[in-house]
């Protein structure tokens, strides 16, 4: 995890490079992007991605609402010289089922620095652990916490793929919970920053309950508005403290196993007052991330 084969940093930078440029073109050329340039958050957003110290680790959140949130909206958000730079990519994950069906998929994929979770495994699968281990070795790692495209133009909504209203009330929250974990086990305080946008939705619409891409058209493609809010930066220093002075220390991930304090399999999974953290977490990413959804509903 914590340095990439050259050769491999080589593909990927081909790789991610063109996506992105292919992915600037076409929302900037051929749609409208809505988005306060100038605007502190975005700034800092900037910023963090291409200025952090190093070591620093950057997660940010958004909701999901097509299969091309991502890449589309970090090409239309960040400037040319970062989309550009090797050591600016983000890590993400995307489902078994849906992004490494053959190994082509699966090559393609890892190339875009995007790593498989198993949908409906829990949040003690060793496949979040994957994904956390970049975030411990300073790298930049995007998650959609509401775990599946969600076109309702409401977060978390209980339509298909995303949690029903009755696993909603047991967990206290409407989003998947990994990322609650992620941020609590962080060796390094990361920086959080959440965004929202809407428009995706209208350009490649899911086929209701499957959530499967339904076929392009390209009237779908050209003349969209899209509209983009980034929130400031996201603190939870205060909940894991909470945590700590109750239950005692949290254990942390490492960039390798050799990091570590003690085995990971024995570390990794959660217990009950863990659980509860992770859950208070989640609970304020979601108020963020229904704040921006407000903000670019209303504008």
Known sequence: IAKLNPVIAATTSFVCSTVAVVARIWMTGFNTVEINRGDANLEHFVEAV???????????????SSVIDDPVLMAAMLPWESLMQPRNFRFA????????????AAAFMACGQVLPIKRGAGIDHPFLLDLCRHAAAGRWVHLFPEGKVNQTGKLGSDGWGVRSV????????KLKWG????????PVTPMVIAFSASGLAEMLPCDEPMG??????LRNIHGK???????????????????????????KYGARPTDESGDWRTQWPSSPSERVL????????????LELESHVMSA
């Open 225 to 251: 508005l899209v509209r983009i809010r980034v929130g400031g930066a996201l603190r939870f220093d205060d909940l894991i403290e909470a945590h700590v002075k109750l239950h005692g220390p949290l254990w």
């Open 166 to 173: 009755a696993e909603s009330e047991r967990v206290g929250g």
């Open 93 to 104: 994950a995307c489902s078994q089922e849906v992004c490494f069906r053959s190994d082509i």
């Open 179 to 186: 990322v609650g974990k992620m941020i609590a086990h962080a």
């Open 212 to 217: 499967k891409m339904s076929p392009i058209k």
């Open 278 to 289: 992770y859950g208070a977490i989640t609970r304020r990413v979601e108020e963020a991330l």
């Open 50 to 64: 291409s200025n952090r110290a190093s070591g620093q680790p950057l997660i940010t959140l958004a909701n999901h």
